[in-house]
C-alpha cells in the first residue's frame, strides 16, 4: 500500500508564499504521477496540478505562472511551491497519487493553506 504525508500548509497573507510538501511510503514502484487538488469551503475539489513518472506537469489555470510543482515519483516525493498567493487560493491542499496497480488512486490527510487579505 502506498500512503501520503503532507506537510507545510499555514497561514499567510496575500502575495506571500508557501511551499507544501509530500512524501509517499511504500509501492513507489507502481506510481504513475502525484499531484495536487484543492478543496475550499462550500466547494468541490479541483485539480491544482500534477507531475507524471515520466516528467510530464500540467497545471490549472487558476495557478499557471504562480505555483511550481516538482518532486520524483520514483522516490515518492512532490512538492508545490505557492508564490503570490491569493485569497481565493485558501482551501485545504491534498497530495494525490496515482498508481498501476490497485487501490490507482491514494491521497493524503491534507493540508490547510489560508491566504488573508
Known amino acids: 500500500q502506498v500512503q501520503l504525508v503532507e506537510s507545510g500548509g499555514g497561514l499567510v497573507q496575500a502575495g506571500g508564499s508557501l511551499r507544501l510538501s509530500c512524501a509517499a511510503s511504500?509501492?513507489?514502484?507502481?506510481?504513475?504521477?502525484m499531484g495536487w487538488y484543492r478543496q475550499a469551503p462550500g466547494k468541490q475539489r479541483e485539480f491544482v496540478a500534477r507531475?507524471?513518472?515520466?516528467?510530464?506537469?500540467k497545471y490549472a489555470d487558476a495557478v499557471k505562472g504562480r505555483f511550481t510543482i516538482s518532486g520524483d515519483n520514483a522516490k515518492g516525493t512532490v512538492s508545490l511551491q505557492m508564490l503570490s498567493l491569493k485569497p481565493e487560493d485558501t482551501a485545504v491542499y491534498y497530495c494525490?497519487?496515482?498508481?498501476?496497480?490497485?487501490?490507482?488512486?491514494?491521497w493524503g490527510q491534507g493540508t490547510q493553506v489560508t491566504v488573508s487579505s
Open positions: 507531475l507524471t513518472r515520466i516528467g510530464s506537469i
Open positions: 511504500g509501492k513507489m514502484f507502481s506510481m504513475n504521477s
Open positions: 494525490n497519487a496515482e498508481l498501476l496497480v490497485a487501490p490507482y488512486d491514494v
